[in-house]
Every structure is written in structure tokens, then in C-alpha cells.
T-cell receptor
Framework: DTAVSQTPKYLVTQMGNDKSIKCEQN?????MYWYKQDSKKFLKIMFS???????INETVPNRFSPKSPDKAHLNLHINSLELGDSAVYFC???????????FGQGTRLTVV | GENVEQHPSTLSVQEGDSAVIKCTYS??????FPWYKQELGKRPQLIID?????GEKKDQRIAVTLNKTATHFSLHITETQPEDSAVYFC??????????FGAGTQVVVTP
């Protein structure tokens, strides 16, 4: 299937743990993103990579670290998880930086 | 930075009627304006977009208009159907893929 796919779909973990979310796109896009959607449905960009280079790094705690091993993958590692990190995290990709992004199915992270 | 305001936050329409969602943006240099539809529990999906060199764009029952002078843009859905029920997000960006999203509009189409 042609898509942006991210794993896992659901993630429940305890405070203080470290977790990773993986994302892969087979659309041949050169730009990938991580977005956070909070409980009020507000979508906010966290990071963006263009050709494996970090181009957007919003005001995000440094507990969040993205990693792009190649143009088709963008992973998100979160250290020392906090209750406030609970949200849906969406990976997305686009061809170029001035186009609409295609979103993955989301990862619902719940920190207990 | 860019700030996008979206109204209304909820919109209830009867099936067959039209729905209009409005957004204003703060950075006059913004040049790309996509709209996304998000059904419950699903991913946001791009439904239409417009660039600053165009005033209006239409795709079947949906259309988007852009007023650069007033820095606002709108989504119009005609002949609404129950499957149009979803949260709709507007967004704006000027460069480097940094989409700034509006807060979303919950559209409910009642039969």
C-alpha cells in the first residue's frame, strides 16, 4: 500500500519511561514531519526533516528527539515520559516544503 | 510567528444545505493554504488547497476562496451530506513546510 505508516498505533506506558514511535513513507517524498494533537484536537508541528536534515524544530522539550536515518523514515524518541505527553502523535510527509502533507494514522500515547 | 484563527468552532447544518468555515491569518507573507478533514479517530486528510496567486479553487462540492488583502480564506461545502460530518482544519504556511493550523471546526450534518 502506498502510505505513511507509523507504529505502534497505541502506546500505554508509565511516567519516566523512554519510548519510540516509528514512521515510514513509501510515497517518495523528501520531507517528513511530526505533529502533536492534544485532547482539544489542536494540531501543532514539532519537527520537520527535508532530505534527512532538520529544518523545523519547534519549542519542544529536549526529551523529544527525532531521528531520520533516510528520506523514507522519521522516528521519534521520547525520554522520561510525563503525563502531559499524552496525545496523538502524527507523522506526515510531503514532496517539497511548500505542499500539503499526507498524514500517518497516528499513535495514541497514554502516559499513566 | 504565524497565527491562524478559525470560525466557527462548531457548525450544525441540515443535509443539503451549505457550510462555510472561515479562517484569518496574521502573516501576510503566507502563500499556501490547505484544508484538512479529520473524521473521528482517523488521520487528517488533505481535501483542497490554494496558493496565494489564486483567488478561488473548486473541486466538486468543495471550494476555497482567498482574500489576500484581508488575509482570510474560507471553505465552502455545498449540498452537504452526512459523510461530510468531521472536524475541518485550515492551515497556512509561507515556507519550509511549517503549517500553522487553525483550531478546527466540528461540522455536523443532520439528515
Amino acid at each position: 500500500d502506498t502510505a505513511v505508516s507509523q507504529t505502534p498505533k497505541y502506546l500505554v506506558t508509565q511516567m519516566g519511561n523512554d519510548k519510540s514511535i516509528k514512521c515510514e513513507q513509501n510515497l517518495g517524498h523528501d520531507t517528513m514531519y511530526w505533529y502533536k494533537q492534544d485532547s482539544k484536537k489542536f494540531l501543532k508541528i514539532m519537527f520537520s526533516y527535508n532530505n534527512k536534515e532538520l529544518i523545523i524544530n519547534e519549542t519542544v522539550p529536549n526529551r523529544f528527539s527525532p531521528k531520520s536515518p533516510d528520506k523514507a523514515h522519521l522516528n521519534l524518541h521520547i525520554n522520561s515520559l510525563e503525563l502531559g505527553d499524552s496525545a496523538v502523535y502524527f507523522c506526515a510527509s510531503s514532496q517539497g516544503t511548500d505542499r500539503g502533507a499526507f498524514f500517518g494514522q497516528g499513535t495514541r500515547l497514554t502516559v499513566v | 510567528g504565524e497565527n491562524v484563527e478559525q470560525h466557527p468552532s462548531t457548525l450544525s447544518v441540515q443535509e443539503g444545505d451549505s457550510a462555510v468555515i472561515k479562517c484569518t491569518y496574521s502573516d501576510s507573507a503566507s502563500n499556501y493554504f490547505p484544508w484538512y478533514k479529520q473524521e473521528l479517530g482517523k488521520r487528517p486528510q488533505l481535501i483542497i488547497d490554494i496558493r496565494s496567486n489564486v483567488g478561488e479553487k473548486k473541486d466538486q462540492r468543495i471550494a476555497v476562496t482567498l482574500n489576500k488583502t484581508a488575509t482570510h480564506f474560507s471553505l465552502h461545502i455545498t449540498e452537504t451530506q452526512p459523510e461530510d460530518s468531521a472536524v475541518y482544519f485550515c492551515a497556512a504556511s509561507k515556507s519550509w513546510g511549517k503549517l500553522q493550523f487553525g483550531a478546527g471546526t466540528q461540522v455536523v450534518v443532520t439528515p
